[in-house]
């Protein structure tokens, strides 16, 4: 079946610093990626969307020029979290809907715990 | 407003038993829903799927939900609970007008106990 693959699972980074985290679909084309933010025992909140050579599409409250998405090619979205602070120590997960579309597939990758100390 | 809801913070039930987790929604238009599951640290397993069709719909592990229009519900159900089964459950909804992007309720917990 379609696998997206995350990385890195764990990072922990210094105050100040940036942080890429990269998903590749490893088997299909992702014509959409879906960035996730997830807190403790709480549901996904929807960060962005992008679509393959677009520019990602951001929800409300979300600052994009911290959380920094792209999305250059079918198999690769990346997420850069800049000027990372503790407060957006988090677990992130991409989301990659395959190129049918009509059949709603979505394959999530296993996600990026991020700890800004 | 558009939305989707799990009412219940946890489910607790004995391994054997049937159990349920519900999930109610609101959408314009027609309603896609989905079921995943999370274990700890990880990312969401895909359950099932209701696009169109039959509204009982049978998916991974045993698991199964019903679409109820009149209801707006899509509860998921399984006849016999497993320990293995203590995860955490995630109803999506995607809405009109978002993108596709799925929109997940805020998770119940399921506690199956031996």
């Known amino acids: 079946g379609a696998v997206v693959s995350q990385h890195p699972s764990r990072v922990i980074c210094k105050s100040g610093t940036s942080v890429k985290i990269e998903c590749r679909s490893l088997d299909f084309q992702a014509t959409t990626m879906f960035w996730y933010r997830q807190f403790p025992k709480q549901s996904l909140m929807l960060m962005a969307t992008s679509n393959e050579g677009s520019k990602a599409t951001y929800e409300q409250g979300v600052e994009k020029d911290k959380f920094l998405i792209n999305h250059a090619s079918l198999t690769l979205s990346t997420l850069t979290v800049t000027s990372a602070h503790p407060e957006d120590s988090s677990f992130y997960i991409c989301?990659?809907?395959?190129?049918?579309?009509?059949?709603?597939?979505?394959?999530f990758g296993s996600g990026t715990r991020l700890t800004v100390v | 407003a558009q939305s989707v809801a799990q009412p219940e913070d946890q489910v607790n039930v004995a391994e054997g038993n049937p159990l349920t987790v519900k999930c109610t929604y609101s959408v314009s238009g027609n309603p896609y829903l989905f079921w995943y599951v999370q274990y700890p640290n990880r990312g969401l397993q895909f359950l099932l799927k209701?696009?169109?069709?039959?509204?009982l719909v049978k998916g991974s592990y045993g698991f199964e939900a019903e679409f109820n229009k009149s209801q707006t519900s899509f509860h998921l159900k399984k006849p016999s609970a497993l320990v293995s089964d203590s995860a955490l459950y995630f109803c999506?909804?995607?809405?009109?007008?978002?993108?596709?992007?799925?929109?997940f309720g805020k998770g119940t917990s399921l506690l199956v106990t031996p």
């Open positions: 999506a909804v995607i809405f009109s007008n978002s993108g596709y992007a799925l929109n």
């Open positions: 209701y696009i169109t069709g039959d509204n």
């Open positions: 989301s990659a809907r395959d190129r049918t579309g009509l059949t709603y597939g979505y394959t």
